[in-house]
């Protein structure tokens, strides 16, 4: 495993589109980080290769493993309640941990109701709970407030924070209320 997480000369193109050139940036181990930057920055192109999903063009990647992520889409199964959809990544040893936190997040009224009768913010909650139940250093959220009001914003980032102690944390989003949530390390990407 490695004992950073950043960038280093990286560079970084789609077809004729420059995203990143010589970019270099650190990024603090087991405190809460936020990449913010307007739409078409390259915040989740970062995650992405955090992630290994992307490959640079030139420099390199620091990442730990393994890594749990809240993709900007939930990713759910629809025709699985919440619990099965978290079961998926806990199995049945996971059963009560997974109830508890389901629970936490406000969505233990819905035990059989199947993920596609969701509304958005529901399905969201239940994106976070499945990246919370994987036993990961690092922690990727993209967008993970999307679509929840005000109230299920901070039940959530009170969650992350409570699940993740000693967890390298890093959330992608437009909003700088979102980061303080997290008390997060703002790296402003222009």
């Known amino acids: 495993m490695s004992n950073r997480l950043g960038f280093e000369h990286l560079s970084k193109r789609f077809g004729a589109q420059t995203v990143f050139e010589d970019f270099s ?3 603090p181990l087991r405190r809460a980080s936020c990449l913010m930057g307007p739409s078409g920055s ?3 192109t970062l995650l992405r290769l955090l992630m290994k999903l992307e490959l640079p063009d030139l420099g390199r990647v620091h990442t730990l493993e393994p890594l749990s992520v809240v993709f900007q889409e939930d990713r759910l199964l629809p025709g699985l309640c919440a619990l099965d959809n978290l079961l998926l990544v806990t199995g049945r040893e996971g059963r009560q941990r997974a109830g508890e936190l389901l629970n936490f997040l406000q969505l233990g009224d819905e035990p059989q109701k199947p ?13 976070i709970a499945r990246a919370l139940l994987v036993d990961a250093p690092l922690l990727l959220l993209d967008e ?10 901070q039940v959530a980032a009170d969650t992350i924070l409570g699940m993740s102690p000693g967890k390298t944390i890093v959330l992608v989003t437009h909003d700088p209320q979102e980061a303080r949530l997290l008390g997060a390390e703002v790296h402003s990407l222009a």
């Open 25 to 27: 940036l650190d990024l």
């Open 42 to 44: 390259g915040k989740t």
């Open 115 to 127: 993920v596609s009768a969701f509304s958005g913010g529901m399905k969201r909650r239940v994106a």
């Open 144 to 153: 993970p407030f999307k679509g929840l009001d005000e109230h299920s914003r």
